[in-house]
């Protein structure tokens, strides 16, 4: 029989884990993020015009990485179920990096079209994953800021990236075009991160190699309350049927969808700044503060939760209100206000924030190795479908103002809300039948390290 766990001795464990896990999944998802955003920077830095894009076909380019990502996800569901995932997603990095840096070969919309595909299906299976590992390693109080930590390097990449972007723009003696050095800089780096992630990541608490066999123990046992079992090597398909059968299933798909389909102003950001008449330096730098105020909103949605750990959905109410005053001044100002369409392009910009909520609320809320693989991948086909289908009213021959897209931003931040009071209402619910039927009769107690689900785990309560 194991000793009991002394808080000190579990909060060194803790500070252990923060020093290894977060650091290593921080990185993957900056290039993750960082190869996503290139394909602004690259734009304004001549990409158009060297593959002589019309029409939509840049449109096109944003929405076929996602249309990858989607394909991917239907497989993804069942190999993170069946291979060790630390092994699969390190892999699937390594892939995303050589497949990157093949961005800078083509010459014309079909060949780099067809590489953005491939793209985004070798990425299809982070994301997912990431909310999975946070679960792994994490008690449900800790997930908001676990996450909040991994997604602010959305905000980072997009600072860091447009520097870089810069930077490599300056430099006249490069014998290609700075677009292209670009996504060869963005894959070596993923690769060389996808290497790390794949030798340094534990599959779980019980194989961490920074951790001895007592602090071990203590990482299984801190969360044996609300843990199912780690990386398992199973499928379940009584855990798909009750994912599928489960309401607040579809209201995460619906999260996915909600937020990105007003995503395409993140993409389309440079080049609204761009027609407003900047030249492509000046309008890197002024694209590059979003990701700061990106960053600082991520960690007010962590503070909020911090301080009503039981209404994470009241905060993300809150946090939707600056991007969609962004994109109604986007659309009213008039477009020779100068800074106040650029700060308006900023506010617009707004989305991980509520993202860090959106999958807090996945990775707390559901138990089952298959369920949490099945739901978390719900909520990033939502996320593909939108960023396939937003795009495509953010047509060229829309532009400086864009109006058709910005309509659509605005519609679904009203529509996310609405998604957000559903699921708060329906774990709301939830939770007192619970302590009801605790109260009536005696409820089954499960074995710590179990594969269940939180329909089976009548002890269970949902987080909201």
Same mark, same amino acid.
Request: net charge positive; charged share 15%; with cysteine.
């Given at each position: !029989?194991?000793?009991?766990?002394?808080?000190?001795?579990?909060?060194?464990?803790?500070?252990?884990?923060? +020093?290894?896990?977060?650091?290593?999944? +921080? &990185?993957?998802?900056?290039?993750?993020?960082?190869?996503?955003?290139?394909?602004?920077?690259?734009?304004? $830095? %001549?990409?158009?015009?060297?593959?002589?894009?019309?029409?939509?076909?840049?449109?096109?380019?944003?929405?076929? $990485?996602?249309?990858?990502?989607?394909?991917?996800?239907?497989?993804?569901?069942?190999? &993170?179920?069946?291979?060790?995932?630390?092994?699969?997603?390190?892999?699937?990095?390594?892939?995303? %990096?050589?497949?990157?840096?093949?961005?800078?070969?083509?010459?014309?919309?079909?060949? @780099?079209?067809?590489?953005?595909?491939?793209? %985004?299906?070798?990425?299809?299976?982070?994301?997912?994953?990431?909310?999975?590992?946070?679960?792994?390693?994490?008690?449900?109080?800790?997930? =908001?800021?676990?996450?909040? !930590?991994?997604?602010? !390097?959305?905000?980072? =990449?997009?600072?860091?990236?447009?520097?870089? !972007?810069?930077?490599?723009?300056?430099?006249?003696?490069?014998?290609?075009?700075?677009?292209?050095? &670009?996504?060869?800089?963005? *894959?070596?780096?993923?690769?060389?991160?996808?290497?790390? @992630?794949?030798?340094?990541?534990?599959?779980?608490?019980?194989?961490?190699?920074?951790? #001895?066999?007592?602090?071990?123990?203590?990482?299984?046992?801190?969360?044996?309350?609300?843990?199912? *079992?780690?990386?398992?090597?199973?499928?379940?398909?009584?855990?798909?049927?009750?994912? /599928?059968?489960?309401?607040?299933?579809?209201?995460?798909? +619906?999260?996915?969808?909600? /937020?990105?389909?007003?995503?395409?102003?993140?993409? @389309?950001?440079?080049?609204?700044?761009? #027609?407003?008449?900047?030249?492509?330096?000046?309008?890197?730098?002024?694209?590059?503060?979003?990701?700061?105020?990106?960053?600082?909103?991520?960690?007010?949605?962590?503070?909020?939760?911090?301080?009503?750990?039981?209404?994470?959905?009241?905060?993300?109410?809150?946090?939707?209100?600056?991007?969609?005053?962004?994109?109604?001044?986007?659309?009213?100002?008039?477009?020779?206000?100068?800074?106040?369409?650029?700060?308006?392009?900023?506010?617009?910009?707004?989305?991980?924030?509520?993202?860090?909520?959106?999958?807090?609320?996945?990775?707390?809320?559901?138990?089952?190795?298959?369920?949490?693989?099945?739901?978390?991948?719900?909520?990033?086909?939502?996320?593909?479908?939108? +960023?396939?289908?937003?795009?495509?009213?953010?047509?060229?021959?829309?532009?400086?103002?864009?109006?058709?897209?910005?309509?659509?931003?605005?519609?679904?931040?009203?529509?996310?809300?609405?998604?957000?009071?559903?699921?708060?209402?329906?774990?709301?619910?939830?939770?007192?039948?619970?302590?009801? /039927?605790?109260?009536?009769?005696?409820?089954?107690? $499960?074995?710590?390290?179990?594969?269940?689900?939180?329909?089976?785990?009548?002890?269970?309560?949902?987080?909201?």
């Amino acid at each position: !029989m194991t000793s009991p766990i002394d808080p000190q001795e579990e909060k060194r464990v803790l500070r252990k884990i923060d +020093c290894v896990i977060l650091p290593i999944m +921080c &990185m993957t998802f900056f290039f993750q993020y960082l190869d996503k955003q290139s394909l602004s920077y690259a734009s304004v $830095f %001549g990409l158009i015009e060297d593959l002589d894009l019309k029409g939509t076909e840049y449109s096109w380019c944003s929405s076929i $990485f996602y249309i990858g990502q989607l394909v991917a996800e239907y497989p993804f569901i069942y190999l &993170m179920s069946r291979l060790p995932l630390m092994k699969f997603v390190g892999a699937t990095i390594i892939i995303w %990096g050589g497949i990157c840096m093949c961005l800078a070969a083509p010459y014309n919309f079909t060949g @780099f079209a067809a590489v953005r595909f491939m793209l %985004g299906f070798s990425e299809g299976a982070v994301s997912p994953a990431f909310v999975t590992i946070t679960g792994i390693w994490y008690r449900k109080n800790e997930h =908001a800021m676990r996450t909040g !930590m991994w997604v602010t !390097m959305n905000g980072l =990449a997009q600072v860091i990236g447009s520097l870089l !972007m810069y930077g490599i723009g300056k430099n006249h003696a490069l014998s290609l075009a700075a677009w292209r050095v &670009m996504f060869l800089i963005c *894959g070596a780096l993923t690769a060389l991160s996808g290497v790390i @992630f794949f030798f340094a990541m534990p599959s779980g608490p019980e194989q961490a190699w920074f951790l #001895n066999e007592r602090e071990k123990v203590v990482a299984a046992q801190r969360l044996a309350a609300s843990h199912d *079992g780690g990386d398992k090597t199973n499928f379940s398909w009584s855990q798909l049927r009750e994912a /599928l059968l489960d309401p607040k299933s579809w209201l995460v798909f +619906c999260f996915g969808l909600f /937020l990105t389909l007003n995503s395409p102003v993140l993409t @389309f950001a440079s080049l609204v700044i761009k #027609n407003l008449g900047y030249n492509k330096y000046d309008t890197l730098l002024y694209t590059s503060p979003s990701g700061a105020i990106q960053i600082v909103f991520i960690w007010i949605a962590v503070i909020g939760c911090l301080i009503f750990p039981r209404k994470r959905c009241m905060v993300a109410l809150a946090l939707c209100i600056p991007p969609l005053v962004g994109n109604i001044l986007l659309l009213k100002l008039s477009l020779d206000s100068g800074w106040g369409m650029i700060a308006a392009s900023w506010l617009a910009s707004i989305i991980s924030d509520v993202m860090v909520i959106s999958l807090s609320l996945g990775a707390s809320n559901v138990k089952g190795n298959t369920k949490k693989a099945v739901v978390n991948t719900f909520f990033f086909i939502g996320y593909c479908v939108g +960023c396939i289908g937003g795009p495509q009213l953010w047509k060229s021959g829309a532009a400086p103002r864009y109006k058709q897209g910005l309509i659509l931003a605005i519609v679904s931040w009203i529509l996310f809300a609405l998604s957000i009071a559903a699921y708060w209402a329906i774990a709301r619910w939830e939770n007192i039948s619970r302590d009801k /039927l605790e109260q009536e009769k005696d409820v089954r107690q $499960f074995h710590a390290g179990e594969d269940i689900t939180d329909k089976e785990d009548k002890t269970f309560r949902y987080i909201y």
